[in-house]
């Protein structure tokens, strides 16, 4: 009878809130009632639970009125009775939140590119050679809402030539707790630009479409009425990270994983880091030179669970930023950064030279040429230019192989020490990782949890991460 009351007999439900509600002021006001008021509530609040249970609804109805009657009479009034009553709703559900946030999902900001395109940073689209215009205020606000747009642009005033970009005098304070706001010079002239979307100056030019990921500048000299900026920033993606799976079993390799930097050498003190876990305690790793990583003597590739999307790449094409392109070691990452677009090209993309052609043509077999003899010493020249040009090339291109200190070639290996892990971005030409942090295992225990839930904003990652 009584599942058939609570659903259907909206007074039973009332009822034993009722009951509920005076047992609970009762028993917090026990020591400053006198027994006689105490029995009289237990009596009437007994009743009340007696009428629940075989009484009509007009019996439940007189019970309550006897019990609010009762405790009318007998309970002490509670001062601001309202305020305490939505001061304890609040405790109680921050502790709801705070409990669902450390044990079951966690809300995380992507950002940086390091995990593309698995999970997006803060990317930038510019819009200066597209041909597109920032919209209107309305379609803006819209954007923002749906998929994280930010519009910005500048129009130069007068002719000039980019100089510096850096925080506006000024910047700081409370206002900087919600944007920063940037100088950047053209010419003569200053233009601010406000953002929340960059951490410092070299961030906000590439946020703004000023320079790529290698500082490379695509335009600097502007004319009158060009813009300087044209761009839309998108917000990195919003994350749930999955903080009940570990509590089951633990963290698998090809696992996303967020983790605790604390003080570890190489990482950003105190914040949080999403990489795919690759090495467990005791394994060795080396990367080979065709970007798969090989634990004790196996290859990884795309059969690996959770490297499908990692180990997809054309192997005849030159790794990249923001695609799948294996995970390179030092020579890997001297090929991408060579074979890159460097200011000297974005210049001729953009040029209307009729040569423009020709001489990006001349400069992509440069490249090849020279990669080619960095790479086979016996193509490398041997006569009196090895003083001259080549050197220098040379040289750059070995400074390049430096970039992940750990794995500069195939033969480099990092055993894992127990207990501890190893992990890498998927972003591998735009990723601090395990390849060269000075140390490049860390403790397994400061996991937090595995990528989860993409909530916002909408894009083709949306959903439950598969990777």
């Known amino acids: 009878m009584s599942p058939f009351r609570h659903v259907f007999w909206k007074s039973y439900r009332e009822a034993g809130h009722l009951a509920e509600q005076a047992q609970k002021i009762l028993d917090h006001q026990r020591d400053l009632l006198t027994p006689a008021r105490i029995t009289e509530l237990e009596a009437a609040i007994s009743h009340l639970e007696n009428m629940r249970s075989s009484g009509t609804r007009d019996d439940i109805a007189a019970a309550m009125t006897r019990l609010e009657a009762t405790a009318q009479t007998s309970l002490m009034p509670y001062a601001h009775a309202s305020m305490r009553e939505n001061v304890e709703g609040l405790l109680t559900m921050g502790i709801v939140l705070f409990a669902f946030r450390q044990f079951f999902f966690q809300p995380m900001a992507i950002p940086t590119g ?18 597109q215009s920032v919209p209107n205020l309305a379609v803006q606000a819209v954007e923002w809402a749906l998929f994280g747009y930010h519009y910005y642009e500048v129009i130069a005033e007068q002719d000039g030539e980019l100089g510096g970009v850096g ?27 406000n953002t929340s979307m960059s951490e410092g100056p070299n961030d906000f030019m590439r946020h703004m479409g000023l320079a790529n ?14 813009p300087v900026i044209r761009c839309r920033v998108k917000s990195g993606d919003r994350l749930m990270v999955d903080r009940l799976t570990y509590n089951f079993r633990n963290p698998r390799r090809g696992d996303t994983v967020v983790f605790k930097s604390m003080q570890h050498p190489g990482m950003t003190a105190n914040t949080h880091y999403i990489k795919r876990l690759v090495g467990l305690g005791g394994e060795k790793v080396r990367i080979g030179d065709d970007r798969h990583v090989v634990i004790n003597g196996q290859r990884l590739d795309t059969t690996t669970p959770g490297f499908a999307d990692v180990y997809s790449f054309d192997p005849t094409k030159h790794p990249v930023s923001s695609s799948y392109s294996g995970h390179v070691n030092g020579i890997g990452f001297a090929e991408g950064s060579w074979f890159s677009t460097h200011e000297a090209e974005y210049e001729l993309l953009h040029s209307r030279d009729a040569s423009a052609a020709q001489q990006l043509s001349a400069i992509a077999e440069e490249k090849v040429k020279v990669w080619r003899e960095f790479t086979n010493a016996a193509w490398a020249p041997t006569d009196g230019s090895q003083n001259g040009r080549w050197a220098q090339q040379k040289s750059r291109l070995e400074a390049m192989t430096q970039s992940t200190s750990n794995f500069r070639n195939s033969q480099d290996e990092v055993t894992v020490r127990p207990g501890h892990v190893f992990c890498l971005g998927d972003n591998t030409m735009n990723s601090s990782d395990s390849r060269m942090w000075p140390v ?5 225990e400061r996991i937090v949890g595995k990528s989860g839930w993409v909530f916002w904003p909408l894009s083709r990652r949306w959903g439950w991460s598969q990777h």
């Not at 010419?187 to 630009?193: D, E, P």
């Not at 490049?440 to 397994?444: A, I, L, N, R, T």
């Open 114 to 131: 390091s995990a593309q395109p698995t999970f997006n940073g803060i990317t930038c689209e510019d819009l200066r050679y597209t041909g």
């Open 167 to 193: 925080p506006s005098a000024g910047s700081g304070g409370i206002t900087s707790t919600f944007w920063k706001s940037f100088d950047v010079q053209v010419g003569r002239v200053m233009y601010a630009v």
């Open 213 to 226: 990921d290698q500082g490379t500048l695509p335009q600097r000299y502007f004319k009158k009425g060009e």
């Open 440 to 444: 490049p295992d860390f403790p397994q």
